[in-house]
């Protein structure tokens, strides 16, 4: 059994989900959101599960008098993407996140679990998938680890710019 429980990220959370991704663009891309828009952007995503899916991992502690009371400590969103070659959707994990007081104490694996959990049981869901940087080597340890392998692709974007 995890010692961490999974749940569904409500509207409530949109703040700390934020605050999260904002925190994973400066530490593995070194770049600075506009808080506004990242607000935004997980406001719609947890508004619209079409869109984007999220999930956070809460260490639960015994209090005296109560039965649990929980922390949030780690997220993963996952979207969607059509493949036409297999007639099925791959989730592609993204916007993950665990504090960094609980690392490598296996809150990724527990997110992780839950969701490849979900996708198997889901008709039409033919894979997980992830993009991750290059030089983030201890991240691709642990997704090997996980049973991922590396699918030989290269990401390339054209980036737009958009008023905000």
């Known amino acids: 059994m ?3 429980r999974i749940r569904p990220a409500q509207a409530a959370d949109a703040g700390l989900l934020a605050q999260w991704a904002a ?3 400066l530490e593995t891309e070194h770049k600075h959101l506009d808080p506004a828009t990242v607000q935004a952007g997980v406001a719609a995503g947890l508004a ?3 869109r984007a899916r ?5 260490h639960d ?34 916007s ?17 679990r839950h969701v490849e959990q979900l996708a198997r049981a889901t008709p039409d869901v033919i894979g997980l998938r ?12 642990t997704y090997t680890a996980l049973g991922m392998v590396d699918a030989g692709y290269r990401i390339f974007e054209a980036e737009f710019a958009r008023d905000t």
């Open 96 to 112: 993950v996140y665990v504090a960094p007081e609980h690392r490598r104490q296996g809150v990724y694996r527990a997110l992780y």
């Open 23 to 25: 925190a994973m663009a």
């Open 61 to 94: 502690l015994p209090v005296a008098g109560r039965e649990t009371i929980g922390s949030a400590v780690g997220t993963l969103m996952f979207t969607r993407e059509w493949s036409d070659w297999r007639n099925g959707d791959w989730w592609w994990i993204q």
């Open 130 to 141: 992830l993009y991750v940087e290059r030089d983030n080597q201890r991240a691709q340890q």
């Open 48 to 50: 619209d599960a079409a």
């Open 54 to 58: 999220y999930f956070i991992a809460m």
């Open 2 to 4: 995890s010692a961490y």
